[in-house]
């Protein structure tokens, strides 16, 4: 990523603040959240000020977060002490231009509202057997093209190698649960 871009999100973090102290599911995750496990690990890609992160925690997951802005892994960070789950909390600065940071294979890869078809396969392969990828992303479904906007059915094509379990596009979201399959 680029300087100004990473100074972009930085930004924008900063004026953001501390996330609440509630730990909530995301929104597009809301009625999904049975397919999320509750013991083991997560990996959650761009993961912003933590709050994803803190509920997989608060849930009994052990968590590592990792996003390019050094703003936000801060704010996870004291978000993760705020909620008590800082034990089950890692966050890293990472810039996801250079690909998954290196790691033990896991239960739940979770990436929300944040899209890098480069990364797909570092994904799949990420996940222990029998694991669960939860993605949410901007989509052109309902809204129209753009740029950071994932076309019709990129999300079940990229994914396809896994057991889809949910996937929807609808006003300008697209959302994917799938399972990696079992050795």
Not at 119 to 125: K, L, R, S
Request: with cysteine; proline share 6%; hydrophobic share 40%.
């Amino acid at each position: 990523m680029s300087e100004a871009d990473r100074q972009h999100w930085d930004r924008r973090y900063e004026q953001a603040g501390l996330a609440p102290p509630e730990a909530v599911q995301p929104p597009l995750f809301s009625d999904l959240v049975d397919y999320f496990p509750t013991a083991g690990t997560a990996l959650e890609i761009a993961c912003g000020r933590g709050r994803m992160a803190v509920w997989l925690a608060s849930r009994g997951l052990h968590v590592w977060g990792v996003d390019v802005s050094p703003v936000a892994v801060t704010l996870a960070r004291d978000h993760a002490k705020q909620c008590h789950v800082a034990d089950r909390c890692r966050f890293d600065v990472h810039d996801l231009d250079d690909g998954l940071p290196k790691g033990d294979h896991v239960d739940l890869v979770v990436c929300y509202m944040f899209r890098d078809p480069d990364i797909d396969t570092a994904i799949m392969e990420r996940l222990k057997p029998g694991g669960t990828l939860a993605m949410a992303c901007l989509s052109e479904v309902g809204f129209g093209p753009g740029r950071f906007r994932a076309k019709p059915g990129a999300l079940t094509d990229a994914f396809a190698a896994l057991n889809i379990l949910e996937a929807r596009e609808a006003d300008g979201n697209a959302v994917l649960v799938a399972r990696s399959k079992r050795r």
